[in-house]
């Protein structure tokens, strides 16, 4: 038999009966995920910003025309990915199936085609440019290495969102998947975005040939 | 009702409108981002501005489009000044120490 004080415990947030934080086990774990991706990434744009720091021949091998444009082409295609995944979670949650599934297979789109953007661009670096891992023709050669290492796994990202996006499609249309796992999904999908807000200033627009 | 069942109960969020003039408000800023590009600012400022806008633009993602704003504010005090915390560690300890191990190397 429990006391009044016990039972006030018993009652309260963390007391084992109730999620502290009012969101599922799985949301948790991606927002962790989240967390621990960041500092991935922060430590690559760490790194970045010291190379660039310690090395004054550091390339600028980024135009107005075409490449900015073209990065920023690439910028907007991954905004409005992320705009058809908080509709799909939109859906999801009216257990709107249809809707949820065309607005994700949207996402994806956007994804595929992001990707194959931003390969058309390595296509052109490498092969036109002469830029690689190890070497470029200006300047420093360790451009090439946190160039192609940080935008490479932000693509590695995209492309692995875009497989689980295809995953959880399939699953939510079958009736298999619940609007948590969209909404789950989509915390991912937006998670990419928001890296990309960080790489395309830091690595593109601060590096503008003029 | 289970813990589960509890937990994931609905929660109020944006609409349609909202989240379509957040993502309006996105695509200016990495306008004004390029605009700034293209004036050929001095470096540090234009760093400074970039960094400032960024973190705008995560924060407006975050909140609306990852539904942060509409979490209980416990879920935000557990993840966002952890991830703050660790980038600061990342800056007093790693760069100081990058910069020693650059003044070691034989010239």
Redesign the interface.
Same mark, same amino acid.
């Given at each position: 038999m429990h006391d009044v004080k016990t039972e006030t415990v018993m009652d309260s947030?963390w007391s084992g009966?109730?999620?502290?934080?009012?969101?599922?086990?799985k949301? +948790?774990g991606m927002?962790l995920f989240i *967390?621990s991706d960041?500092?991935t990434f922060?430590?690559l744009l760490?790194t970045y910003s010291?190379c660039r720091l310690?090395n004054p021949d550091w390339p600028r091998p980024f135009p107005?025309f075409p490449a900015?444009a073209f990065s920023?082409t690439m910028?907007?295609v991954l +905004?409005?990915s992320?705009?058809t995944? *908080?509709?799909a979670v939109?859906a999801s949650?009216r257990n709107d199936r249809k809707k949820t599934v065309m607005w994700m297979v949207a996402t994806m789109v956007g994804g595929l085609l992001f990707t194959g953007l931003h390969l058309t661009e390595w296509m052109n670096m490498i092969f036109k440019e002469g830029f690689s891992i190890t070497a470029n023709p200006e300047g420093s050669p360790l451009f090439g290495a946190v160039f192609f290492g940080i935008t490479g796994l932000h693509m590695t990202h995209v492309m692995i969102g875009v497989i689980y996006l295809g995953i959880v499609a399939v699953g939510y249309g079958r009736g298999k998947f619940?609007a948590?796992d969209v909404?789950v999904n989509?915390?991912y999908w937006?998670?990419v975005?928001?890296v990309w807000?960080?790489v395309?200033?830091?690595i593109y627009?601060?590096s503008?040939k003029? | 009702m289970s813990s589960e069942a509890h937990a994931v109960e609905e929660h109020a969020g944006a609409t349609v409108g909202t989240n379509i003039a957040i993502w309006v408000g996105l695509v200016a800023i990495t306008f004004l981002e390029v605009f700034l590009a293209y004036k050929a600012l001095e470096p540090r400022l234009m760093l400074t501005i970039l960094v400032m806008l960024s973190v705008a633009k995560a924060a407006m993602i975050m909140a609306w489009f990852m539904h942060l704003k509409f979490e209980k504010f416990s879920l935000v005090l557990l993840l966002i000044p952890a991830t703050i915390f660790c980038l600061c560690m990342m800056f007093i300890f790693f760069y100081p120490e990058a910069f020693r191990l650059l003044q070691m190397r034989p010239h």
């Open positions: 947030a009966g109730k999620s502290p934080f009012a969101i599922g086990s949301k +948790l927002w *967390v960041t500092l922060s430590v760490i010291y310690t107005i900015i920023t910028t907007i +905004l409005a992320s705009l995944m *908080v509709l939109m949650q619940s948590e909404e989509g915390l937006h998670f975005d928001l807000m960080f395309f200033p830091m627009l601060m503008v003029y | -």
